[in-house]
């Protein structure tokens, strides 16, 4: 099957936002073994959707298309389709129902014009909107299918995972099972390399990486008839991988390094507190980003003055004066101090220079001490984050809030898990 | 002129990465008058993407290429199109200095096949790059012009403003001039409706509008033979906008709302603090994103647990208790607190539910309060950002932190202005 990716909408066309439905589709297609060769995006016009969805499939057999569901004359996205099948529209009680039944859920007047949302082109598939009014779509034809979708990426994700990831696995017979590895502390290529040899070279599972700022992730995938046999066969591929590469795995299906130091920290009864300099509090925010962080975080200090860091963390005012603020010595009594303050079993610090000035040849741009404390464990962390790399301030700060995440995570696992459930 | 984009590149054509350039571009594109009719995409393939340009010079006279233009034997954009225009490729010396100078900079060794990025075809308009190795380039001819930028945006974005406008400016024998006008706290279609009368009628200077979350901006540019006279014809209508809409409107040209808060602040020489709750470290992240904050901010303290609320910010156990974390009561504390520890001029404060869970009848998601104090000033906001719209967790902080900054910046405006310069 050959994929193309066909979004329609304005507001993309024109650049007010940015297109995060392609790559979202295009990444979960491949993952199924679909190849996207195509990406396009039409504004909402009818002339030339039509003439693109023409294109699109003298090139291929499968369209996703996003956009043009709205209640406004001037979506026309399933009109054009329905047009281009020779399929006639017809209100589909079942969707009306739902269009009603979500209006009432958020308290709201449904208008008349979100009627035309339940018209549905003959022989349509239909996915349910979870998270909005106006149902998804499939069309098949001669051996052409169109898929057609939301444009809002919530309904849009929310529909492709609940309805068409089964339809498609439904077609072609087999179901997919997917894991992700997540790694922080190790490059794509390094990761690539160790991997080369045995495990990128599977057909199935598959492990293809992703890249992300400071971090890869690996996701393994297995076809088979059935989940639990797909299942089944990705487990030995994430043991292996976890094995080649060590603690530089901090987590499987984890969502981000926050989430994986709020578990570890919850999982031990342990809570943790920061003291932020040049991150400015993005450590704090990460952390809280996670529902439910209030169990295991409490307090966080942002000194960004050095006075602050004297009479809110306590670092002693010779330490500044002889250090400087962007020191180990510095980092260290910034982490024991927010640990006391808070009465927490961790502590964690960053200071450091995010630029773009204040750098010297002696510290320059980029250098970062990240301090940790724990009666188990206390360390200091040098980083370096500028070098040959012109890193911007936030990228500097982003780095370095991930470092300090995960020396967060790394010390908790020093200690046990609790038993009692 | 009609116009087309198309991106080069397999990691977005399999969506590991999300294709910003094109929104930047098909944005810019329009601001000067070149409307964008199709944007696509295709892999690092020169039969695919010679079939593209073929597609697109088919629909349109201008298209402007992203991505291919890396060292590597896949990087094949410009081999591409120079044989698609029949337009030889030779070493441009000046190309291959600069790509040695950029080596030189960073302090790296100069691979052997970075040579291939100095290859030019004949007859283009070369556009340097600034933060990279790969020059950009524009050809023309019969009437066709393709534009060929790097892919990463950092690259790109700056040899757009570079180059690729001036470029177009100099072909058109117009300069366009563009000055954003910034608002928070009015919805994008409250803002239109008030200027549509006047305003957004007009056709040079031309106004629009782009929705942000939680703000819109609007984007006022004019066109004219020079500068001098551009620039003169944007000012009345952005005088008229600020008269229009009143003291939404927090900044013009300014980049960010905390970035007016830092400003405004730096004029007055006031220094502020933070107190968050549920924003989590996300305000004070945010006012130290601008370089040289520290100028106007020393301390915020992120006070998760009600314990810390008591014990750093002397928030009474009696209001915790009889009004709870989530209150004006507490949130006027917090923001008093804080400023008393830093020493600061102003003291802002959040707290509330940002969910999923945490919600009741009486204090659902979504309710945050944000307080301010100072000598000239105190108040509490009380903001409902959760009702009728199903908002994520993110969002509502995001958005509680917004008006956090917004106030800040309000208060700090009740302050005369240093005159001591």
Same mark, same amino acid.
């Given at each position: 099957?050959?994929?193309?990716?066909?979004?329609?909408?304005?507001?993309?066309?024109?650049?007010?936002?940015?297109?995060?439905?392609?790559?979202?589709?295009?990444?979960?297609?491949?993952?199924?073994?679909?190849?996207?060769?195509?990406?396009?995006? $039409?504004?909402?016009?009818?002339?030339?959707?039509?003439?693109?969805?023409?294109?699109?499939?003298?090139?291929?057999?499968?369209?996703?298309?996003?956009?043009?569901?709205?209640?406004?004359?001037?979506?026309?996205?399933?009109?054009?389709?329905?047009?281009?099948?020779?399929?006639?529209?017809?209100?589909?009680?079942?969707?009306?129902?739902?269009?009603?039944?979500?209006?009432?859920?958020?308290?709201?007047?449904?208008?008349?014009?979100?009627?035309?949302?339940?018209?549905?082109?003959?022989?349509?598939?239909?996915?349910?909107?979870?998270?909005?009014?106006?149902?998804?779509?499939?069309?098949?034809?001669?051996?052409?299918?169109?898929?057609?979708?939301?444009?809002?990426?919530?309904?849009?994700?929310?529909?492709?995972?609940?309805?068409?990831?089964?339809?498609?696995?439904?077609?072609?017979?087999?179901?997919?099972?997917?894991?992700?590895?997540? =790694?922080?502390?190790?490059?794509?290529?390094?990761?690539?390399?160790?991997?080369?040899?045995? =495990?990128?070279?599977?057909?199935?599972?598959?492990?293809?990486?992703?890249?992300?700022?400071?971090?890869?992730?690996?996701?393994?995938?297995?076809?088979?008839?059935?989940?639990?046999?797909?299942?089944?066969?990705?487990?030995?591929?994430?043991?292996?991988?976890?094995?080649?590469?060590?603690?530089?795995?901090?987590?499987?299906?984890?969502?981000?390094?926050?989430?994986?130091?709020?578990?570890?920290?919850?999982?031990?009864?342990?809570?943790?507190?920061?003291?932020?300099?040049?991150?400015?509090?993005?450590?704090?925010?990460?952390?809280?980003?996670?529902?439910?962080?209030?169990?295991?975080?409490?307090?966080?200090?942002?000194?960004?003055?050095?006075?602050?860091?004297?009479?809110?963390?306590?670092?002693?005012?010779?330490?500044?004066?002889?250090?400087?603020?962007?020191?180990?010595?510095?980092?260290?009594?910034?982490?024991?101090?927010?640990?006391?303050?808070?009465?927490?079993?961790?502590?964690?610090?960053?200071?450091?220079?995010?630029?773009?000035?204040?750098?010297?040849?002696?510290?320059?741009?980029?250098?970062?001490? $990240?301090?940790?404390?724990?009666?188990?464990?206390?360390?200091?962390?040098?980083?370096?984050?500028?070098?040959?790399?012109?890193?911007?301030?936030?990228?500097?700060?982003?780095?370095?809030?991930?470092?300090?995440?995960?020396?967060?995570?790394?010390?908790?696992?020093?200690?046990?898990?609790?038993?009692?459930?």
């Amino acid at each position: 099957m050959k994929a193309e990716i066909l979004c329609v909408g304005t507001e993309i066309l024109l650049g007010d936002i940015v297109n995060t439905n392609a790559a979202y589709l295009a990444r979960e297609l491949a993952s199924i073994g679909i190849p996207v060769y195509h990406q396009s995006v $039409v504004g909402d016009n009818p002339g030339r959707l039509a003439a693109a969805l023409q294109t699109a499939f003298g090139r291929g057999d499968l369209v996703v298309m996003t956009g043009g569901l709205g209640p406004t004359y001037d979506d026309l996205t399933k009109e054009t389709l329905a047009e281009y099948f020779g399929s006639p529209l017809r209100e589909d009680a079942k969707s009306l129902e739902s269009i009603q039944a979500f209006f009432q859920k958020i308290g709201r007047e449904m208008t008349e014009n979100n009627r035309k949302q339940a018209l549905m082109p003959e022989g349509a598939v239909i996915f349910h909107n979870y998270n909005g009014t106006a149902p998804g779509l499939a069309l098949e034809k001669e051996g052409k299918t169109a898929i057609l979708l939301p444009g809002p990426p919530r309904e849009m994700e929310l529909m492709y995972e609940t309805g068409v990831r089964p339809y498609l696995e439904r077609r072609s017979g087999q179901v997919l099972v997917s894991h992700t590895v997540h =790694i922080f502390g190790m490059g794509e290529s390094a990761v690539e390399q160790l991997l080369r040899p045995t =495990i990128s070279k599977m057909e199935n599972p598959t492990v293809a990486p992703y890249a992300k700022t400071g971090e890869v992730q690996l996701r393994v995938t297995a076809r088979a008839a059935d989940k639990a046999a797909a299942e089944a066969m990705t487990q030995p591929a994430v043991e292996q991988i976890r094995q080649a590469l060590g603690n530089v795995v901090y987590g499987v299906d984890i969502g981000s390094l926050q989430q994986a130091a709020v578990q570890a920290l919850a999982a031990r009864g342990l809570t943790a507190a920061t003291a932020e300099s040049c991150t400015g509090g993005l450590v704090s925010k990460r952390l809280t980003e996670v529902p439910g962080a209030s169990a295991v975080f409490g307090f966080g200090a942002c000194t960004y003055a050095n006075e602050m860091k004297e009479k809110v963390l306590g670092v002693s005012p010779e330490t500044l004066e002889r250090c400087g603020a962007v020191s180990p010595e510095t980092a260290a009594q910034m982490a024991r101090g927010a640990a006391r303050i808070a009465g927490a079993d961790i502590g964690i610090s960053t200071t450091g220079i995010a630029g773009p000035g204040g750098g010297t040849p002696e510290k320059p741009v980029g250098l970062v001490y $990240v301090g940790v404390w724990s009666r188990r464990h206390e360390e200091v962390l040098r980083l370096d984050l500028g070098r040959g790399q012109m890193r911007e301030r936030e990228q500097i700060r982003y780095l370095a809030a991930s470092h300090a995440l995960h020396a967060l995570w790394r010390t908790a696992l020093l200690y046990p898990e609790r038993t009692d459930g």
